[in-house]
């Protein structure tokens, strides 16, 4: 019994070094992804490469994966550094930020809510792929 419950706390110990090590290889790639490249392709693939040029860098953020902020030009998308751990995350949100950087003009315009009608058309192109 006891040779059993050693065997049973030393696999549950060698899992957790497994995924461990693996969670931090899986964050230490998401961290050395060239980021403007990224919005540059989803740009180009998704948006035909009607988007403006942006500066797009890694952050701390309190609330949110990532923020989009129009008040600079040229305008930037900051990532937040803590809390976007994997490739899909930083795909989500990068094609979200491009999605604000999109509906700009028309939110400003109409007054329409930043993640509202023109947003959420704007995401369904994603959702089709």
């Given at each position: 019994?006891?040779?059993?419950?050693?065997?049973?706390?030393?696999?549950?110990?060698?899992?957790?070094?497994?995924?461990?090590?693996?969670?931090?290889?899986?964050r230490?790639?998401?961290?050395?992804?060239?980021?403007?490249?990224?919005?540059?392709?989803?740009?180009?693939?998704?948006?035909?490469?009607?988007?403006?040029?942006?500066?797009?860098?890694?952050?701390?953020?309190?609330?949110?994966?990532?923020?989009?902020?129009?008040?600079?030009?040229?305008?930037?998308?900051?990532?937040?550094?803590?809390?976007?751990?994997?490739?899909?995350?930083?795909?989500?949100?990068?094609?979200?930020?491009?999605?604000?950087?999109?509906?700009?003009r028309?939110?400003?315009?109409?007054?329409?809510?930043?993640?509202?009608?023109?947003?959420?058309s704007?995401?369904?192109?994603?959702?089709?792929?």
């Amino acid at each position: 019994m006891r040779r059993a419950i050693q065997i049973t706390v030393s696999l549950a110990c060698l899992g957790v070094i497994f995924f461990s090590a693996r969670y931090a290889l899986g964050r230490e790639w998401v961290r050395k992804t060239d980021l403007l490249g990224l919005y540059q392709q989803i740009n180009l693939e998704s948006f035909d490469g009607a988007l403006p040029d942006v500066v797009v860098e890694w952050g701390s953020l309190k609330d949110a994966y990532g923020e989009t902020q129009f008040t600079d030009v040229p305008r930037v998308i900051e990532i937040d550094s803590a809390s976007v751990t994997s490739e899909e995350q930083l795909v989500k949100t990068m094609q979200h930020e491009a999605c604000h950087v999109y509906t700009r003009r028309v939110v400003e315009e109409t007054g329409q809510d930043v993640h509202g009608e023109a947003f959420q058309s704007c995401m369904e192109r994603f959702n089709e792929k």
